[in-house]
C-alpha cells in the first residue's frame, strides 16, 4: 500500500510526459538542423551539433 | 548551475584539446581517406550496438560521481567538483557509445581546437538537461517524478543518439569523398 502510494507521487504525469517527448525529440531536432545547414559547407560542424546531442541524449541514463 | 556547467566545460574542453593534440602529434597529414574508413566503422559498430543488433560492452570506467561531496563540501563546491568529474566524460558512467565516437573524431581530424569545440559542444548538450529540467516540471518537488519520466522515455533519448550516430557516418563518408576531415 505505501509503495503503491509513493509510485503514484513519484510516477510520471501525462503532462510531464508529454514535455519529456517534446524536449527530446525538439532539442535534437534543432541543434542538428542547424548543423546540418553549417554543415553544408564544412561537414565538420555536422559533428559539433551531433557532439550537443550526444551529450543530451546521455540523459537515456538519467 | 552555474559552477556546475563552467567547470564541466573546462573539464570537456581540455580533454577534446588534448585528444586533437594527441592526434596532431600522432598522425601524418595526409590520413583523411584512412581516418574516414575507421571512423566509419567503428561509428557503425557503435550503431549497432544502440540499435540492439550487437551487444559491446562500452570500455569504462564504470564509476559514478561522489554525491557525498555535497555533504563534505557543501553545494557550490559539490557542484563545482561534480561539474569537473562529469566533465571529463570517461571517467564516469557511459550510458551511450558516442563519446567514443567523437574521441575518435577529435584524434583523427588533429586539431586541438576543433577537439575542443567538439567535447565542449558534448557538454553544453549534457549540462542542457540541468538548465531544461526545470522548466519541464509543474513544481519544484517533481525531480523524483521527473527522473522517473526520463527513465521511461530513454528510448526517445537512444534514439535521438542513433541520428546522431547516422550524421556521424555521413561526415566520415565525406572524408573518404572529398579526401579531407574538415
Known sequence: MEAAIADERMGPTPALARRVRVAAIAVPAIVLLAGAAAGIRRPAFVLVAVAVVFGWSQLAGA | ?182
Open chain 2, 1 to 182: 548551475m552555474v559552477t556546475y556547467t563552467l567547470a564541466g566545460a573546462l573539464t570537456s574542453v581540455l580533454l577534446g584539446a588534448g585528444l586533437g593534440l594527441v592526434g596532431a602529434l600522432a598522425l601524418p597529414d595526409d590520413m583523411a581517406v584512412p581516418a574516414g574508413v575507421l571512423g566509419l566503422a567503428v561509428a557503425a559498430v557503435a550503431m549497432a550496438r544502440e540499435i540492439g543488433v550487437v551487444a559491446v560492452p562500452l570500455p569504462q570506467l564504470g564509476r559514478q560521481t561522489q554525491g557525498m561531496w555535497a555533504k563534505s563540501y557543501g553545494f557550490t563546491a559539490a557542484a563545482l567538483l561534480w561539474g569537473l568529474d562529469l566533465g571529463l566524460v570517461f571517467t564516469t558512467w557511459l550510458t551511450l557509445s558516442g563519446a567514443w565516437v567523437l574521441a575518435l573524431a577529435a584524434f583523427l581530424v588533429g586539431k586541438p581546437l576543433f577537439g575542443a569545440a567538439l567535447f565542449g559542444a558534448s557538454w553544453l548538450g549534457r549540462a542542457l538537461s540541468v538548465w531544461v529540467g526545470p522548466l519541464l516540471m509543474e513544481r519544484a518537488t517533481d525531480t523524483p517524478r521527473l527522473l522517473a519520466t526520463l527513465y521511461e522515455r530513454r528510448r526517445l533519448f537512444r534514439s535521438a543518439h542513433v541520428v546522431g550516430l547516422a550524421c556521424t557516418m555521413l561526415v566520415f563518408g565525406s572524408w573518404i569523398l572529398s579526401g579531407t576531415t574538415m
